[in-house]
């Protein structure tokens, strides 16, 4: 089973490829960044599982949200359309959408660059969804979109 310090490595060795000195961890674990100025990306390690939590904050909907939204929202859930395998979530009270998605510890520290592949992907995604809700709450005037529609690198 992976440990607390194994991740610790990875991040090491993940923050050598990157040049990105903020993906460091907290005491909890917990590594919070905000890539291009664009998104917050999160990374948690969850030692019971040897998994690390991969989320990302994608957009803010507004309370009068249609039912469209959360249709394709769910649906995206259900049947992994346009989700790589992740999933949404909703905060509740701030109305974020959240994706997640799940890292297995032990493979992806068998090759770094293919996990910094992966975290651009994500952002990519990240950024196709936000696009997406845009089109789908056209009208709605106080939707809150966390990144603009732009190109989304991991490397500096």
């Known amino acids: 089973m992976k440990t607390r310090e194994d991740y610790d490595r990875f991040l090491e060795e993940v923050r050598k490829t990157t040049g990105i000195e903020a993906l460091t961890p907290e005491d909890s674990g917990l590594v919070s960044v905000r890539v291009q100025d664009e998104f917050n990306l999160n990374l948690q390690f969850i030692e019971a599982t040897g998994k690390i939590l991969c989320f990302v904050e994608v957009a803010e909907l507004p309370k009068d949200a249609g039912r469209d939204v959360y249709r394709e929202l769910l649906a995206a859930g259900l049947f992994g359309k346009e989700t790589a395998g992740g999933y949404f979530a909703l905060e509740p009270d701030t109305e974020i959408v959240i994706y ?16 910094v592949s992966s975290m651009e992907k994500i952002l990519q995604l990240c950024e196709f969804w936000t696009g997406r809700l845009k089109e789908l709450l056209v009208g709605v005037e106080d939707f809150g979109a966390i990144a603009p529609d732009t190109h989304i690198r991991f490397h500096p």
């Open 100 to 115: 997640n998605y799940f890292f297995d510890l032990e493979t992806v520290e068998l090759d770094v660059d293919e996990f």
